[in-house]
């Protein structure tokens, strides 16, 4: 993303990717090995008990001998963008200028590819330290349009993977994301408004309202990234594209009758006329 040999200032780069300038100075601070440990055991209770707090996944860590307190369970949730998935009331307020779009795909019917698109953003633990994934997907098809590994959680490579997915396949009329701060900023929605995109957020703590993408980040977990110990990011970056492109082309989905994602996303005609 950023190019320190570039003629544009660094400043200027991080604006207009919709990063902080402080971040393209800084470097992850060191996350100890026992740290490490826990957040990856975490997140694999987090895809198990989706529903869990942080007094519950403390609880269940005990059960394991890890011993941890409440607080700092809380803590490594945060740093690993996971929370309890249940719907609680929303009295919190979106960050200054981040503005919280409604649910549009409640009984919706999405019949076709590019109706609807989605993206979220996961932790990917590495043998020695981690890194973020987002991922654009269609809604209808499952196909990953998208994708970008990142070792901060900044709103600029999310919208990469966004501008990306534009380029290539054209505009989707609804775009649905969770209220995280990188998909409410001023600089995500801008770029879906200038083309004309359909905004829809998720209900807070409701991991139905984006059940597809939670479901593509079950099948990455258990089916590459636990299965590895990737040594350096532009390893867990090759390896997880690699992935992605046999979960496309050759991973069939029994909700789309054993076709593949990419079978349902340009097979338009038949699965519309299914449908």
Known sequence: MIDRSHDLPLAKQAKALG??????YSLPRPVSAA??????????LHLDYPFAGSRMLRDLL????IKTGRLHVATLMKRIAIEAIYRKPNT????????????????????????VWATDITYVPMAHGFVYLVAVIDWFSRRVLSHRVSITMEAGFCIEALQEALAKHGKPEIFNSDQGSQF????FTSVLLKSGIAISMDGKGSWRDNVFIERLWRSVKWEEVYLRAYDTVSEAR??????????????????????????????????????
């Open 19 to 24: 990063i902080s300038r402080s971040s393209v």
């Open 35 to 44: 740290d490490l440990a826990i957040m990856r055991r975490m997140d694999e």
């Open 62 to 65: 005990a059960l394991e001998g």
């Open 92 to 115: 919190s307020k979106p960050m200054p200028g981040h503005k919280i779009y409604p649910y549009l795909l409640r009984n919706l019917p999405v019949t076709k590819p590019d109706q």
């Open 184 to 187: 409410t900023s001023a600089e």
């Open 238 to 275: 090759t390896s997880i594209g690699s992935y992605l492109c046999f979960y496309n082309s050759g991973r069939p989905h029994s909700s789309l009758d054993r076709q593949t994602p990419d079978q349902a996303y340009f097979n338009r005609p038949s699965l519309a006329a299914a449908a």
